[in-house]
């Protein structure tokens, strides 16, 4: 759903089902029912407010931020999904750590090198308990299916050859929630070289990989590089 304001009178909700909305309408059993929504505020960049101070940023903001539409892609919209913590008190959120990132993959047409499990960890500053709220349990890992596949993980949807995983905490407690990813590349020939290496270097391949929380919705990206040879 998108907000787009024409003029300072009239503001128009843009409202569309996505496409798994969509598919599910169209079963027409009655099982289609809307018991839920979320807001996001994908558009704004809150570094304005740390430029300007909060009145100053805050008048910029709603002034001069464009509104996205709505998609019915449901993995572009509402990435920044807007939230209410109960506990007022909160003057910091938690945040997301990778260890073990960038990966490199090596001799990928042969026998190819193994890669250190990827860490994500869900942290508060200063050890400082998560809020409730935000405390993932379950995160949805998205990698380009063409080249590196999640190990031991069942991919639960596949857009425009993007694999979709869900991935439980392997630890979990009031104040950090654990998270493991072991990534493994794809069988690859040297066609696949050819057709996706990169512009500059036809023996390497760069694509990328993305942890986003369940609950909390923070996400982080980072890359992934496949090499033809070691």
Sequence with gaps: M????QDTNNIILDAVLTNEGRRRLAANDGSFR??????GDDEVDYSIV???GRNVGREKIEKNTPIFEALTNATLESRSRLITIA??????????TL??????????TGTPSTQPAVSATLQAPNSAD?????QDSV???SADRRFVQVAGATPFQTVNNVDYYNIVAKSRDATTSVFSITFSPKTL?????TIYGNSTNKTQISTFATIQGRQSGLSKTFAITLNKTT
Excluded at 87 to 96: M, Q
């Design 87 to 96: 506990d007022s008190s909160k003057v910091s959120l938690a945040t997301y």
């Design 34 to 39: 809307v018991v839920a929504f979320s807001l």
């Design 2 to 5: 998108g907000f787009l304001q």
């Design 50 to 52: 740390q430029k300007f």
């Design 130 to 134: 998560i809020p409730s709220e935000i």
């Design 99 to 108: 260890t073990n990132t960038p990966l490199t993959f090596n001799n990928v």
């Design 139 to 141: 995160i949805v890992v």
């Design 189 to 193: 020939i040297d066609q696949d070289f």
